[in-house]
């Protein structure tokens, strides 16, 4: 193999090279101190520094659990603001549902009377406690159904 003389010199200089990385490792490796005159073995102890700590600490054992439960708190957060939004509108409805009612509910009135069958006295009685069965037994599941979410304390 011919080799001129700018091959020599350049595995010469790959030779100091390899060999200054594998002095600053081993310096590194045993902890002595840095030889500031030496440039070359200076740089490559803090590379080797570098890639012998790690870029990050430890992610925690947990850390998936704890993912978990941040997320669950912010749900259950939304979700009561969601509720209670819920709820605030839904009184203001019937609040406005009422009060349209008292305004205007006279001048209604003939005409939902209009809508409604012709049916004997008795029968009113009936239909008025349907009404009154359904509207209990709906307000007997909601209580229940607030009363399971915790939003009803027992004394």
């Known amino acids: 193999m011919n080799t001129t003389p700018n091959d020599h010199d350049r595995f010469e200089r790959e030779a100091k090279e390899w060999l200054a990385q594998e002095r600053a490792r081993d310096e ?3 902890g002595l101190p840095m030889d500031a ?33 941040h997320v ?3 749900q259950t957060m939304g979700e009561r603001v969601e509720r209670w939004l819920l709820n605030i509108l839904g009184f203001v409805l ?25 049916l004997p006295g008795q029968a ?15 307000l007997g599941q909601g209580m229940a159904r607030l009363w399971r ?6 004394a």
């Open 28 to 30: 590194e490796r045993r």
């Open 37 to 69: 005159d030496d440039r070359a073995v200076a740089e490559y102890r803090l590379i080797a520094r570098a890639l012998r700590t790690p870029a990050m600490e430890p992610l925690p054992m947990d850390l998936a659990a704890q993912i978990v439960h």
């Open 72 to 74: 669950k708190a912010a």
């Open 94 to 118: 019937a609040a406005a549902a009422a009060a349209a009612v008292v305004m205007y509910g006279s001048s209604w009135l003939p005409a939902f009377t209009g809508l409604l069958p012709d």
């Open 124 to 138: 009113w009685g009936w239909a008025a406690l349907l009404v009154g069965c359904l509207a209990l037994s709906g």
């Open 149 to 154: 979410a915790g939003g009803l304390h027992h």
